[in-house]
Structure formats: structure tokens, C-alpha cells
């Protein structure tokens, strides 16, 4: 069974400060690693993926498959950054396991 | 990208009806998925739409609860059966356009049952 596990719920950082997004995983195979983004009133849209090594909005996130993990981090954050972010994988299908979720907030 | 409209995007409905919602894309795409996200909880998959074929569900949902249709490579409908407050959730739609590409999602139908 494939499973994301997103410790936090909340996550609450002044502006400018570093940012990490915490995303445990368990999956028996090869696995491909996604962070979804949800701004407020929009809909649910993709920001990065493993498999691109990009940093997207200057956020980027490393796949350690010691750790099990695929943690989002950004050095400086952004008010436009608060929103909820998800943690997902991909299995078999192409279908998607999300975590719960981390509401992050940023504060002036 | 790919152009989702899902359609309610909200409802409130009785106790013991059914809805059915549309997912409706911009150009045709090859896999077609429903989710669910109940309050204060993650998306769980329902079901992936198989054109003109019945849909795979995932574990602990069935055809007779969530009947799925896709009769094209642009359309998908999900229905809620037999309401109760239990299902009071947002139900998204999720196309995938090509194998291992990105998945696009609806704005999602914020459905409360009374």
C-alpha cells in the first residue's frame, strides 16, 4: 500500500523567513513524487515534481529515498506563498495518493 | 493545460436523493479520474472513468453508491446516490491528457447533504 504522510497542518512563518513542508512517504516500488498547490479560491494546480529537479516560484523539494522523503523548502517566503500544499504520489494508473495537506501562512 | 469546468460547483441536497455532477474538458484527454475530500481530510480516490467501459474503483466505493460515466474523451459524470450527511464532501475531477503527465483538476463541487 502506498501511503503520504504530512505531519503538519499548520505552518506559520514571517515573511522572509526559510520555509520547509514536510512529506514522508511509503511506497514499495520506484516512486514519482508530486506537490500540488491550493491558493485560496482556486483550484488545485501542480507547483513541482520530482522527476523536473526545477524550482518553481522558488520552491523546490529533493527526493530522499533513504529518508523517504520529499520535504518543500524555500529560503525566503513570500505573503503570496500562503496557501494549503499538498504532498502527493503517484502510483500505479496514474493515479495519485495525497497527504492531508499543511496550511501555510505567512505573516507580515 | 487543460480547461475543466465541473458543474455544480455547490449543492445542498436532501437526505436520500442522488446528484449527478459533470466534468466537462476543453480537448480530449486520456484518463479522467473523481476524487473526494471530505472535511478536514485529504483527497481519496473514487473511481478512474474509463471510456465507454465501466469505471475502476478504488477500495471501499462501489458502482452502486458513485455510478460513473464517460462516453467520450472530454466528458465524465460522477452521482452521488442515496445521499446521507455522510457524504457531505468536495468531489473533484482530475484529467490526465497524456500517460505521465501532469494531472489538472476541476474547481471542485462542495456538496452538504441535509
Known amino acids: 500500500a502506498q501511503r503520504v504522510t504530512q505531519p503538519e497542518k499548520l505552518l506559520s512563518v514571517f515573511k522572509g523567513a526559510p520555509v520547509e513542508l514536510k512529506c514522508n512517504y511509503s511506497?514499495?516500488?520506484?516512486?514519482?513524487l508530486f506537490w500540488y498547490v491550493q491558493y485560496s479560491r482556486q483550484r488545485l494546480q501542480l507547483l513541482l515534481r520530482h522527476i523536473s529537479r526545477e524550482s518553481i516560484k522558488g520552491f523546490t523539494a529533493d527526493l530522499n529515498k533513504g529518508e523517504t522523503s520529499f520535504h518543500l523548502k524555500k529560503p525566503f517566503a513570500q505573503e503570496e506563498d500562503s496557501a494549503m500544499y499538498y504532498c502527493?504520489?503517484?502510483?500505479?494508473?496514474?493515479?495519485?495518493?495525497f497527504g492531508t495537506g499543511t496550511q501555510l501562512k505567512v505573516e507580515l | 493545460s487543460a480547461v475543466i469546468s465541473q458543474k455544480p460547483s455547490r449543492d445542498i441536497c436532501q437526505r436520500g436523493t442522488s446528484l449527478t455532477i459533470q466534468c466537462q474538458v476543453d480537448s480530449q484527454v486520456t484518463m479522467m479520474f473523481w476524487y473526494r475530500q471530505q472535511p478536514g481530510q485529504s483527497l481519496t480516490l473514487i473511481a478512474t472513468?474509463?471510456?465507454?467501459?465501466?469505471?475502476?474503483?478504488e477500495s471501499g466505493f462501489v458502482i452502486d453508491k458513485f455510478p460513473i460515466s464517460r462516453p467520450n474523451l472530454t466528458f465524465s459524470t460522477l452521482t452521488v446516490s442515496n445521499m446521507s450527511p455522510e457524504d457531505s464532501s468536495i468531489y473533484l475531477c482530475s484529467v490526465v491528457r497524456r500517460l505521465n503527465t501532469e494531472a489538472f483538476f476541476g474547481q471542485g463541487t462542495r456538496l452538504t447533504v441535509v
Open positions: 511506497y514499495s516500488g520506484s516512486p514519482e
Open positions: 502527493a504520489l503517484k502510483g500505479g494508473g496514474n493515479k495519485l495518493t
Open positions: 472513468a474509463n471510456q465507454g467501459s465501466e469505471a475502476t474503483y
